[in-house]
């Protein structure tokens, strides 16, 4: 099983475009299951560091593969944008 801080130091690769998305900052956990719903990852730098995060949320159905490296996903056509600037 992954721990939370594993899953944090790996890339996350869209394995459409082979372009790598960035790393997850956060996970949305099912509190009575443990099972992970979604996680987000931020785009544009350090900008979260300072609260001002902005990325995108991917759902854990989109997880394909879990590597040693690397987090396979295959997006949906439109991914849901986040924006919580102060």
């Known amino acids: 099983?992954?721990?939370?801080?594993?899953?944090?130091?790996?890339?996350?690769?869209d394995v459409d475009t082979a372009e790598q998305i960035g790393y997850?900052?956060?996970?949305d956990i099912d509190l009575s299951s443990g099972k992970i719903l979604s996680v987000s990852i931020p785009k544009g730098?350090?900008?979260w560091l300072m609260?001002?995060?902005k990325g995108?949320?991917?759902?854990?159905e989109e997880v394909i593969a879990i590597?040693?490296?690397y987090v396979l996903v295959k997006l949906k056509k439109n991914?849901?944008?986040?924006d919580?600037?102060?």
Not at 79 to 82: G, S
């Open 56 to 60: 995108i949320t991917i759902s854990w």
């Open 51 to 53: 609260h001002d995060f």
């Open 45 to 47: 730098g350090l900008s």
């Open 1 to 13: 099983m992954q721990k939370n801080l594993d899953l944090r130091q790996k890339k996350v690769i």
């Open 84 to 86: 919580e600037s102060c």
């Open 79 to 82: 991914p849901k944008i986040i």
């Open 24 to 27: 997850i900052r956060d996970m």
């Open 67 to 69: 590597g040693s490296e």
